[in-house]
C-alpha cells in the first residue's frame, strides 16, 4: 500500500460522489453500540519489544468462565460461545498459537450477571481467576439499565491474562440488518490480543500516529515506532467504528479523513485490533504476532500461562512421563489432537514422530 497520499481536491469530489449513491442505496449502517476498554500498563516503547521473539510456536492455557444467574438461567443464543471459540483458535493457530482451553465452568451470581447495574464489580469477578490460565468471562448482556450500551468486551489489563465479552449488538450486511452475540465475532479474538499486550490499531496512548511510514517531508516526520500503538507494519488510523461497511463480499472503508500532516488515513480494515465490522476483521500483522509471542515469553504472569512442548502431560515437568504418552500418540490408531500434535512435534514437520522422541530424550538430559 502507498503511503504518504495527500488529500486533494478531485479525491474529495470522488468521495462525495461515491456516498451519495451509496445513501440513495438506502445503505445505511447503525451507530455501534459496543464498546471496549483496556487499562494499558505499558505507556511506551521501552516497555514494549516485538524483536526479543523466540518461540516459533507456543501452546497456552484458557478456560471460560460462563456467568448466569443464581437461578441458572443463561440469556445467551446457543453455541454462541462454542463457534466464537472456534473461530478463536482456528485464527491464533494459523500465526504460531495454540489456545488450549480446559472444561468450561459456570459462576452463578446475580452480582456479575447484572453486572453494570451492581457498579462493574471486577473485584469478585477476577476472584476466580486462576494465574495460570487465560481467564474468558462471558457475559449474556451489559446492560440492564437503559443505557446505551447493548455489547461490551475488556481485557482487564493490557497485557494482562482476564478479559470479558458480553452482550449484542445488529449491523448492516448488504441491505440486511443482523444481530450479533459478541461472543460470536472477532471480538474475543481482538480482548485476547489486548491480554497478549496489543494496542488498538487507532490507539492515541503514546500519541496520534502519522500516516507515512517510507518518506519524510519538512512538516512530518514517520513516528510509528513511538506513537499510536508503537507498530509500523499496522497502518495509522482513526476509530474506524462505523465507517467500514461490508456488502456480503467486500469490506470499505468509507470517510476521507487526514493526519495532522495531511495525509489520507488508509486503515487495515481487516485488522483484529481495529473497531471494524464483524464480518471484516480477520488478520494480524507480522509485527503484531512477534509482540504477542515476546509476551508470552517474558511477561511475568502470562508466560505461567504457557505449556512448555515436550511436557506431554502438562506437570510443569518434562520426564520420562512424557516420553511414554509420546510413544502412546505415535502408536495409537486415533487421529492425534492438536494439543499432542503442538506439544509432541519437536521439530516442527507437522508429525510426531520417533525423531521427536529423540528430541525429547536429548531435552531431558539436559535438563
Known sequence: MPY????????ILQSIWFIGIFFSLNLNFIHADWDC????VHQNQESISYTSRELEKAVIRAKVWKIHREDGVFEMTENAIENGLEKLVNSFKEYGILV??????????????????????????????????????????????NGTLTGYGQAFNTPGNELFVA?????????????????????PIHELGHCLSLLHTHSTANGSEHVIRT???SLCSMNCSYSGDLLCDTDASLSIK???IYDGIDCTYIPIETDECGYIYEPQVEN??????????????EEQVSQMFSTLENHNILSQTVINLGDMNDDLVINILDILIMVNVILSNDSISDLDLWLGDLNNDII???????????????I
Open 4 to 11: 504518504g497520499k495527500k488529500i486533494n481536491k478531485h479525491s
Open 37 to 40: 476498554y483496556s487499562n494499558i
Open 100 to 145: 488450549n482451553f480446559l472444561e468450561p465452568e459456570n459462576i452463578y451470581s446475580d452480582s456479575l450477571y447484572y453486572f453494570a447495574y451492581n457498579g462493574r464489580p471486577f473485584e469478585l469477578m477476577q476472584s476466580h481467576s486462576v494465574d495460570s490460565l487465560i481467564n474468558f468471562y462471558y457475559l449474556p448482556n451489559i446492560n440492564y439499565t
Open 167 to 187: 452482550g449484542n449488538e445488529c449491523k448492516y450486511v448488504s441491505d440486511q440488518l443482523v444481530c450479533y452475540d459478541l461472543a460470536d465475532t472477532f471480538i
Open 215 to 217: 518518506i519524510q517531508d
Open 242 to 244: 462505523n465507517d467500514v
Open 272 to 285: 483484529f485490533m481495529s473497531y471494524t465490522h464483524f464480518e471484516c476483521g480477520t488478520a494480524f500483522t
Open 352 to 366: 510426531v514422530d520417533i525423531i521427536d522422541i529423540i528430541l525429547l530424550v536429548n531435552t531431558i538430559m539436559d
